[in-house]
């Protein structure tokens, strides 16, 4: 797939003015995840169509868990276990609608703060953390980020509450520059920039490919309806599923690609900035990508079991 022009601002390498980091031997930890990702979309698990390139070069080259199984098939009760270390039975997070029952006494994030990490969210939470839990934190939801602060974000929470609640079957009119992957990857890559004292921790949470389904091009066009493999729609669709069928198709496989691009945008940068001691010493990045994914029991394109496998698990260092 060919990358689409990301518009990263102030990022590039050439004048930068930072001064030297302190030398530390704990790795940087970022934490990707996308939010009702298809396992049966990607390349790796069989999918005809290269909709995910680059995240399957990083299940090739690194390690790839098809044999990981979710705590509990809903996203809150999953990611509270993930950041606890506990089963829902522990949490007594059961369900999207309990997280204030949440218990433990010990979690992921208050581990790193005590090792001296700064930590941030930038996308979607779903889970326990409030912002004051962490050192920067950037809320999206499905429609739109959660403090609208600029008019371009303003029009596009608009676009998506009023006009592709359920789907939008053409090409969306909100520009790669203002959809959420193209927003996440900038303002994670702006935060990690200022961390020169520190070790970080960063969860790069992506609310997509999960519906509002609408996609600008050029990933609208990327993956023609005639072309996509027959698949069964859901009755959950919003609109008749003979009539949308592999139109719906068409654009979360667009979204999903246009993460995969989002994917390798954010993890070259890493990659580049970690090539120049100067910026970040030489720190390892702990990458781990996990797809919140929909279930394969029902034969259908939309299903509301969803889980949590790790596609890839990844530590650099240069």
């Not at 959420?180 to 920039?193: D, G, M, Q």
């Not at 389904?213 to 919003?238: N, R």
Request: hydrophobic letters at 35%.
């Amino acid at each position: 797939m060919k990358n689409a022009a990301f518009c990263i601002t102030g990022l590039a390498l050439q004048g930068l003015s930072m001064s030297l980091m302190a030398q530390t031997d704990k790795p940087n930890i970022v934490i990707i995840m996308t939010d009702q990702q298809r396992a049966d979309l990607c390349g790796r698990e069989g999918f005809p169509l290269d909709v995910t390139p680059y995240v399957d070069q990083l299940a090739q080259e690194n390690v790839w868990f098809n044999k990981a199984y979710t705590v509990a098939p809903a996203s809150s009760p999953a990611r509270c276990s993930m950041f606890t270390g506990r089963f829902p039975s522990a949490t007594h997070v059961r369900t999207n609608h309990n997280i204030p029952d949440i218990f433990f006494e010990q979690d992921l994030v208050g581990v790193l703060k005590e090792n001296g990490y700064k930590t941030a969210l930038v996308g979607k939470n779903h889970a326990y953390l409030k912002p004051a839990d962490l050192d920067f934190w950037s809320e999206y939801g499905h429609w739109g980020k959660n403090k609208k602060t600029t008019p371009e974000e303003k029009e596009t929470a608009r676009f998506l509450n009023q006009k592709a609640r359920g789907q939008w079957l053409e090409p969306s009119p909100i520009p790669v520059e203002e959809q959420h992957p193209t927003k996440i990857v900038n303002e994670t890559l702006s935060w990690i920039e200022k961390q020169k004292e520190n070790p970080f921790f960063v969860w790069v949470s992506f609310p997509e490919p999960h519906n509002p389904y609408q996609v600008c091009e050029p990933y609208y066009s990327m993956f023609s309806p005639d072309k996509l493999p027959a698949v069964h729609v859901a009755a959950a669709c919003h609109t008749s599923p003979a009539k949308i069928g592999n139109f719906v198709i068409n654009l979360y496989a667009g979204r999903t690609g246009f993460i995969n691009d989002a994917h390798d945008i954010f993890l070259t940068w890493l990659r580049t900035v970690q090539c120049h001691p100067c910026i970040f010493g030489e720190r390892s990045y702990f990458v781990v990508f996990i797809c919140h994914i929909q279930s394969h029991q029902r034969k259908s394109f939309v299903s509301p079991h969803s889980a949590f496998f790790m596609y890839a698990a990844t530590s650099y260092r240069f």
